[in-house]
């Protein structure tokens, strides 16, 4: 079975600043993709960024980056030039490239940017 | 940008009552899915759907619980006698691969 771990139920950071959100996930899979959504308070899922195990570079979109490590099954994301906008749950998710195609969700990161 | 819809946004019903909960798939997606979030928790899985199927379910999808895909573009997932703790916020997702995209989501309250 698949599990997700955040471990950090609350984070805060000042605008403009860089925060890391962490996790770590366990399974016996070898190809698999993770995912970074967030959830603002309109509690809409909206995709941040996505890794494939296979790949080893690590995932960027613009202040969004990862630092995967697969052998650690580390997963966390960064958020450079922290905005207001920013503000939201944020989840971390993996999905077997093969079997069932379903998302784990780990319980999520609150993330407040302070102006 | 082609998106996940959901409809209602918020829908409130008397606990054992029927419910439908509907989601148009993004056109060209083949997968479907529902998950479900209790408010403050995490999003859990409920069922995937492919080829006119259930392809997957979790243990929180019982005999209440049922989906269809009544025509070439609706996804709806019926609750036959809703409980107290059904209240949640019930989201659709639909992926051509293993990128899934969500859509905005259904409030349900059960009084």
């Known amino acids: 079975a698949q599990t997700v771990t955040q471990s950090q139920p609350e984070m805060s950071v000042q605008e403009a600043e860089t925060v890391t959100l962490s996790c770590t996930y366990d399974?016996?899979?070898?190809?698999?993709?993770l995912f970074w959504y967030k959830q603002p308070p309109s509690r809409q899922m909206i995709l941040v960024i996505r890794q494939e195990a296979y790949k080893q570079q690590n995932a960027t979109e613009n202040r969004f980056s990862v630092n995967f490590q697969k052998a650690a099954k580390s997963f966390s994301l960064k958020i450079s030039d922290s905005q207001l906008g920013d503000t939201a749950m944020y989840f971390c998710?993996?999905?077997?490239?093969?079997?069932?195609?379903?998302?784990?969700f780990g319980t999520g990161t609150r993330l407040t940017v302070i102006p | 940008e082609p998106e996940v819809t959901q409809t209602p946004s918020h829908q409130v019903t008397q606990m054992g009552q029927e419910v439908i909960l509907r989601c148009v798939p993004i056109?060209?997606?083949?997968?479907f899915y529902w998950y479900r979030q209790i408010l403050g928790q995490k999003v859990e899985f409920l069922v995937s759907?492919?080829?006119?199927?259930?392809?997957?379910k979790s243990e929180i999808f019982d005999d209440q619980f049922s989906v269809e895909r009544p025509d070439g573009s609706n996804f709806t997932l019926k609750i036959r006698s809703t409980k107290l703790e059904d209240s949640a916020m019930y989201f659709c997702a639909s992926s051509e691969f293993n990128e899934q995209f969500f859509g905005p989501g259904t409030r349900l309250t059960v009084l």
């Open positions: 998710a993996f999905i077997a490239q093969t079997g069932a195609n379903n998302l784990f």
């Open positions: 056109s060209n997606h083949l997968y």
């Open positions: 399974t016996s899979e070898n190809n698999y993709y």
């Open positions: 759907f492919y080829n006119n199927e259930i392809s997957e």
